[in-house]
Each structure stands twice: as structure tokens, then as C-alpha cells.
């Protein structure tokens, strides 16, 4: 429903834990296809409030996705493992 921003440019230096940082700002920007009244209708009674993002510009996609298979065929082979260890 719209986009978040921040003063960071790059994920090298950008802190975890931004509350630590008395200079990290961000700004989350609604779309103009959304109606900003009803969005937010209410939001004024809570005191925090869960961001939902995803990553669009992420640059470990490739590196992630072999880290992702690895873990697949080392959980495949644990799983014909248990059935040799089963069968004894």
C-alpha cells in the first residue's frame, strides 16, 4: 500500500536496531491508490504498529537461493538417513 524510505542508501552501515541510532529516520509514503482515511482510521489508539515489507531491491537473491537448495538436499538426505537408522 505504499513505500518505505530511509536515510540509508545501502544495507553496509544500516543498524539493526534503528531506535539505537538517534539519526536513523524513516518515512513510509502511502500509494495514491490508497485512501489514506481509511487506512489509518483507528491507528491513533495503539502505541506500535507492525510494518509488513518486502525486500524489492534485495542483491543476495542468487546467493540466498543456493544457501536455500543446500539446506533442501542436506534435509533430504537426513530424511533417507532416519529410515536406514528406522530399518535397523
Not at 536515510?7 to 536513523?24: D, E, F, H, I, W
Amino acid at each position: 500500500i505504499g513505500t518505505a524510505s530511509s536515510c540509508y542508501k545501502s544495507r553496509c552501515g544500516t543498524p539493526r536496531q534503528g531506535m539505537l541510532v538517534n539519526s536513523s529516520r524513516a518515512v513510509i509514503q502511502l500509494s495514491i491508490h490508497v485512501n489514506p482515511g481509511a487506512s489509518l482510521d483507528g491507528l491513533d489508539r495503539y502505541s506500535h504498529l507492525w510494518v509488513l515489507y518486502v525486500f524489492h531491491q534485495n542483491t543476495n537473491v542468487t546467493r540466498e537461493a543456493s544457501i536455500r537448495s543446500e539446506f533442501q538436499r542436506r534435509s533430504a538426505a537426513n530424511e533417507g538417513q532416519k529410515d536406514v537408522d528406522q530399518a535397523v
